[in-house]
C-alpha cells in the first residue's frame, strides 16, 4: 500500500484542509440531518475522495466516536469491501453503465448499511446522458441513499446538478497544511526529516497531498538526499515545462516531452495539470489584478484544449503536444513572458533557428522601428528589468509584457499590448520607478516614459496560425531529425 492510502485521514478532525474540516465539523455538530447529496469540487490530491469515505464512515458506522474506524461497516468502508458504498469514476466507460444502473438499483434498501453512498469521481466527465440520469434521482433521493460527487471542475457540470448539492470547495492546500500532512506521515514511519526538508517537500507538492506523500516517499526510500530527489522529479512538473515554452525555449520543451514519453508520463493527465496551472493563474489575473498577461494564458490554454483532443485519436502520442510547443514557444524579440524556472537551471545556449524562426524573425524586427538609442536599450532591457525588480515586483512583472519601440537618449516609449498594463505603467507610481531604473543603468540622466499600445501578442500567433497543420508537422520531422 502507498503510504498516500495508508496515511489517508480517517476521521473529520483528521482532515488535511481546515476549512473543509470545520465546515463538516460544524454541520456534524448542528445535529441536523446531513444532506442527501454532496458536491465536492477542487484540484486533484486535496483529499476529495478520502473525505467522501469518512462521510461514508460518518452515516454508517455502529460505533459512538463516528466514525470509530473500528466496527465492521467503518473497516469494510475503509478497505473497500462494503457492498453499500459505491465509488464510481464517471471517467471511465464503466462508470458510465455504472450510472445507467443506478437509476435502477438506487431505489433498493442498502445490504448492510444504514446509509447507501454513491462516490461519484470525475463527476464533470459525466455525459449529457448519465448527468440527466443522475439529475432525476438527485430530484428526489431516496431516504437511504448519499450521493457525493467529486469533481477537478465543478464549472463543467450543469447547474442543475450542482444547485441539488451541499457544495463543499476544496482549495489548494498551504505548504504549512501539507507540511502537517508529512509530519504526521514521517513520525508514524519512524523518518527523521528536518522541517526545513519536510517545506520543501510540500513546495514541491504544489497543492497536492497525494503529490507531497509521494515525494516523501521517494524521499524515504532514497538516498535521503531531499534536493536531489526533488530535482529528479521535477520532469514532470507543468510549472516548469510551461516555463520553457513561455520563454521561447522551443527545443528544450521538445527535449522535455520526450523525457516524460520515455519516463512512462501520461501526457493527457500532464496537459490537464498545465490547463489547471494555467487557469489558476488566468482566474488570478482577473481577480487579484495580477498582471499576467490574460491573453497569453487563454491562447496557452486554447493550444493545450487543443492537443488534448487530439492526443485521443493521434497516431504519434505526443505528436499534438509538440505541434503545441512549436505554436506556442515563440516570444518576439524584446518580449519576455513571465517564466518561472524553479531551481536555476541556466537556460540552454542560443539555439539554431527553426524553419518557423525563420519565417516570424523578419516579421518580428520588422516591428521594432525606433530612434537610434533604440538599441542601447534593448541591449540593457533585461538589466533594467532585474533592477526594478527588489523596488517593484509588479513593476517588473509588467515590464516583462512591454517592449521598448523608441528611444532618443530622452524620451523613452514602450509598447504594452493590452490597455490595463498601459495604464498601471503610466501612473505615476510606475512611471518613475521605470524612468528612474532606465537612466540610472543606460547613464542617461533624465528620461521620460511614454506608453503605447500594440497590438496583442496574438501577431507571432497569427504567423503560425496561417501555416498549414502540414507544415507544422513537416517542421515537427524537421526538428527531430
Ligand atoms: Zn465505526
Not at 321 to 338: L, R, W
Not at 383 to 395: C, M, Q, W
Amino acid at each position: 500500500m502507498t503510504l498516500y492510502l495508508k496515511y489517508r485521514p480517517q476521521k473529520i478532525a483528521e482532515l488535511d484542509l481546515k476549512s473543509v474540516r470545520e465546515r463538516l465539523e460544524a454541520m456534524v455538530k448542528s445535529g441536523r440531518d446531513l444532506p442527501h447529496a454532496w458536491l465536492f469540487s477542487g484540484p486533484r490530491g486535496t483529499g476529495k475522495t478520502s473525505t467522501a469515505r469518512i462521510l461514508a464512515k460518518y452515516v454508517n458506522c455502529r460505533g459512538k466516536d463516528k466514525p470509530c474506524n473500528k466496527c465492521e461497516t467503518c473497516v469494510s468502508i475503509t478497505n473497500g469491501s462494503c457492498p453499500d458504498v459505491i465509488e464510481i469514476d464517471a471517467a471511465s466507460n464503466r462508470g458510465i453503465d455504472e450510472i445507467r444502473q443506478l437509476r435502477e438499483r438506487v431505489g433498493l434498501a442498502p445490504m448492510t448499511t444504514d446509509y447507501k453512498v454513491y462516490i461519484i469521481d470525475e463527476a464533470h466527465m459525466l455525459t449529457t446522458e448519465a448527468a440527466n440520469a443522475l439529475l432525476k434521482t438527485l430530484e428526489e433521493p431516496p431516504e437511504h441513499v448519499l450521493f457525493v460527487l467529486c469533481t477537478t471542475e465543478s464549472e463543467k457540470l450543469p447547474e442543475t446538478v450542482v444547485s441539488r448539492c451541499a457544495v463543499v470547495r476544496f482549495g489548494r492546500p498551504s505548504i504549512d497544511e501539507i507540511s502537517d500532512r508529512l509530519e504526521k506521515v514521517a513520525k508514524s514511519e519512524k523518518v527523521k526529516l528536518d522541517l526545513g526538508d519536510i517545506k520543501e517537500i510540500a513546495a514541491a507538492a504544489r497543492g497536492s497531498f497525494r503529490d507531497a506523500v509521494k515525494l516523501f516517499e521517494q524521499v524515504m526510500l532514497g538516498e535521503g538526499d531531499v534536493k536531489k530527489m526533488l530535482g529528479a522529479s521535477d520532469k514532470s512538473d507543468p510549472q516548469e515545462f510551461l516555463g520553457m515554452v513561455r520563454a521561447g525555449k522551443t527545443k528544450e520543451a521538445l527535449g522535455r516531452v520526450d523525457e516524460l514519453v520515455q519516463g512512462g508520463v501520461d501526457l493527457r493527465k500532464f496537459v490537464e495539470k498545465c490547463v489547471e496551472l494555467l487557469r489558476e493563474e488566468l482566474i488570478g489575473s482577473v481577480t487579484n489584478e495580477k498582471t499576467a498577461n490574460s491573453g497569453e494564458l487563454i491562447k496557452l490554454i486554447e493550444g493545450l484544449e487543443k492537443a488534448y483532443g487530439r492526443m485521443k485519436d493521434a497516431a504519434v502520442v505526443q505528436l499534438p503536444i509538440e505541434i503545441f510547443v512549436i505554436e506556442n514557444s515563440k516570444a518576439p524579440v524584446g518580449f519576455e513572458p513571465q517564466s518561472r524556472p524553479s531551481n536555476g537551471q541556466a537556460p540552454n545556449a542560443k539555439q539554431p533557428p527553426s524553419s518557423i524562426e525563420q519565417k516570424i524573425k523578419p516579421q518580428i524586427s520588422g516591428l521594432v522601428t525606433g530612434g537610434s538609442k533604440l538599441d542601447d536599450v534593448m541591449g540593457k532591457w533585461q538589466e533594467v528589468i532585474k533592477a526594478v525588480r527588489p523596488k517593484n515586483h509588479s513593476v517588473e512583472a509588467l515590464l516583462r509584457s512591454t517592449r521598448p519601440v523608441d528611444f532618443d537618449g530622452r524620451d523613452l516609449v514602450l509598447e504594452a499590448f493590452y490597455e490595463f498594463h498601459k495604464k498601471q505603467l503610466e501612473t505615476e507610481r510606475c512611471r518613475l520607478i521605470v524612468e528612474e531604473a532606465v537612466g540610472e543603468i543606460l547613464g542617461v540622466g533624465q528620461v521620460k516614459l511614454k506608453m503605447k499600445l500594440g497590438n496583442s501578442p496574438v501577431r507571432v500567433q497569427k504567423v503560425t496560425d496561417d501555416l498549414k497543420s502540414d507544415e507544422l508537422i513537416e517542421t515537427a520531422r524537421e526538428i527531430f531529425k
